[in-house]
């Protein structure tokens, strides 16, 4: 089992950047998959990026090629780089980690509390 928390949320202009980041604890961060999740009012949480122990990635059309994740495993940090930000990426973003050494956009066991991310138009 690992321990997540999120920090880097805040309010943003339209066009903005921000950086998440996700301290993990315990044991073996380099082993699980690294995932970002979000979730908007009224909405389900939905899958945006994932990133594997050699620093493999995956994202969601929705944020490709404006989001970028990436890893710290000495750090036992997972980052998410948010560019070009638009009000409908408007969320709760959610860390979580996989016990796999395979990407998917399910299966993760472990989630951190969540982290506002408010961009406005």
């Known amino acids: 089992q690992v321990q997540l928390v999120e920090s880097g949320g805040g309010l943003v202009q339209a066009g903005g950047s921000l950086r998440l980041s996700c301290a993990a604890s315990g044991r073996a961060f380099s082993s699980y998959v690294m995932g970002w999740f979000r979730q908007a009012p009224g909405k389900e949480r939905d899958f945006v990026a994932a990133i594997s122990r050699t620093g493999g990635s995956s994202y969601s059309d929705s944020v490709k090629g404006r989001f970028t994740i990436s890893r710290d495993n000495a750090k036992n940090t997972v980052y998410l780089q948010m560019n070009g930000l638009k009000p409908e990426d408007t969320a709760v973003y959610y860390c979580?980690?996989?016990?796999?050494?395979?990407?998917?956009?399910?299966?993760?066991?472990?989630w951190g509390q969540g982290t506002q991310v408010t961009v406005s138009s």
């Open positions: 979580a980690a996989r016990s796999s050494v395979y990407l998917a956009t399910y299966g993760y066991n472990d």
